[in-house]
C-alpha cells in the first residue's frame, strides 16, 4: 500500500513519528514532496506540541531568533489549533470560547462551519492586536489582575471587545447592536484590540466602513488610523491599506503627507504590494524628477528583492507614461538615461530570481553590460549570478548570450546592489 493510500489517522501519526525522529528542519523540507505532506507536516509542527516547546530549548535545531520568527508568523494557526492539554493556563481559550458563544447568538448560520470560520477570524484579531510576549503569557501564567471576567453573557464584562470580535467576523447584527453600547470606538480591548484594527486585520471592508463612519467626530481618529496602518503594515494584513491610507491623507500636514508616502512606498516596494504602490503614482507623474519611473530607486528595490508583479508593474507604467514621447524599446537603450533597467538587471541577478531576470532580459536589458545608466561600472549580471552561487540564474544569463569574462575586477570592486 501506497503511503498517500492509508488511512488518515495512521498517515497523521507515520508525519508525527518523522517529524519527532529528524527534527523540524528536515522536516520542514519534507513539505516539498507533495501538498498532502506539507499539509500534515504543518498541522503536526502547529497542533501536536505543547506551547513550552516552541519558545523553549526543547528543539536545538531552531535558534531562539528562529523560534520567534516561527510563532510570530504562525501564532494565529497556533492559537487557532490550541488546547487546553498545550498550555499551562486557559483563560484566553475560554474567553475566546464565550466570545464565540456570544457572536453564534447573532449569527443566521449557527453551524460548526461558521463557528470555525469565527474562530479564525479572531485568532488573526488577537495575533495582530497583541505582541507575542503577551499571548504567551496568557497562556503560560492565565489572565492579569485586571483582566475581564469571563461570563456568559460577555458584552456586559467587555463590551468593547465584543465590539472589536463582532468586527473581526464581520458580523453586521452584532455590531449595529453593540455600537452604540460603547463610549469611544477607538478604545482598545484586552484581547481583540481595538475595532477597526479588528476588521482591518480580516480584511472586513464592510465593518471597516461602519466603524469609521462612527469614528468621525472623535478626536482619536487620526490616532487610531496611524496605529491601524502600522499594525497592518507590522503584521502583513495589507488588504485594507489603500481604504485606511485614504482615510489618514487628509487628517495629516503637507510634511506629514511626504514623509509618509515616502515611507509606504518603500515599504509598497519591499514588500510587493501593487495597490498601496499604485495610489502614488498618477498617469503622467515623474517621481524623483526622472525622465522614467524605471529610474527609481524602488524600482530597483523591487528588483533585488524579486518582486516580479512589481517590477512588471513599474515596466507597464514606464511603457505609457504620458510625460514621455519614447516607445518602450527606448528606455531599455542604456547609451541613455531614460531608465535603470540594466542595473535593476544585476540587482535580480545578485540576488538570484529568476522570474525577474527572465522578464528584464524580455525586455531588453543588456546582459553583457559593464556600465549602467548613470555610468556606473559594476557589471555585467553574470558575475553577480556566479558570486552569489545562483546556478539557475546562471543558466539563464547563459541562454541569453551572456560572455564569460574575467571576473579579477569584479572581486576586487564588489559591492552592494541596491
Known sequence: ?????????????????????????????????????????????????????????????FSLVRRQRLLEANMHTI?????????????????????????????????REQRERYKAALCIA????????????YLDHGPYDNSVKIRK????????????????????????????????????????????????????????VFLYDHMQDEE??????????????????ATLLPLLISWLLPLLSKREQRRAIRSWKAWAAGTGNIDVMHMFWKPGARPGGMLCV???????????????????????????????????????????????????LWAAAAGGWWMTTKLLLHYGADVNATTDEYNVRNGPALDWAIIGGHVNVVRLLLAHEAVISDHQNMQASAGSVT
Open 294 to 344: 524605471l529610474g527609481h530607486p524602488q524600482f530597483r528595490q523591487a528588483c533585488a528583492l524579486g518582486h516580479t508583479d512589481m517590477v512588471q508593474y513599474f515596466i507597464d507604467r514606464a511603457s505609457w507614461d504620458e510625460t514621455l514621447d519614447v516607445p518602450i524599446d527606448h528606455h531599455c537603450n542604456t547609451s541613455t538615461s531614460f531608465c535603470a533597467i540594466t542595473s535593476g
Open 126 to 137: 488577537i495575533s495582530t492586536a497583541l505582541s507575542l510576549h503577551d499571548i504567551v503569557a
Open 79 to 111: 492559537l487557532f489549533k490550541m488546547t487546553p492539554k498545550r498550555c499551562d493556563a486557559t483563560y484566553l481559550l475560554d474567553h475566546m470560547d464565550a466570545t464565540l458563544n456570544f457572536l453564534m447568538d447573532f449569527s443566521f448560520y449557527k453551524s
Open 220 to 237: 482619536r481618529l487620526r490616532g487610531q488610523l496611524q496605529y491601524t496602518i502600522n499594525q497592518c503594515i507590522l503584521k502583513g494584513r
Open 1 to 61: 500500500m501506497q503511503l498517500l493510500d492509508l488511512p488518515l489517522e495512521i498517515f497523521s501519526e507515520i508525519i508525527h513519528a518523522h517529524v519527532r525522529s529528524v527534527g523540524w528542519i528536515e522536516a520542514a523540507k519534507s513539505r516539498y514532496v507533495c501538498k498532502t505532506f506539507a499539509s500534515a507536516i504543518h498541522h503536526d509542527m502547529f497542533s501536536r506540541y505543547r506551547l513550552f516547546s516552541f519558545h523553549a530549548g526543547v528543539y536545538p535545531s
Open 153 to 208: 453573557n460577555m458584552y456586559r464584562a467587555d463590551t468593547i471587545g465584543m465590539l472589536a470580535a463582532a468586527a473581526a467576523v464581520n458580523n453586521e447584527q452584532a455590531l449595529c447592536y453593540l455600537v452604540n453600547k460603547v463610549r469611544s470606538v477607538s478604545t482598545c480591548s484586552e484581547l481583540y484590540g481595538a475595532p477597526l484594527l479588528a476588521a482591518a486585520a480580516n480584511g472586513h471592508v464592510k465593518a471597516a
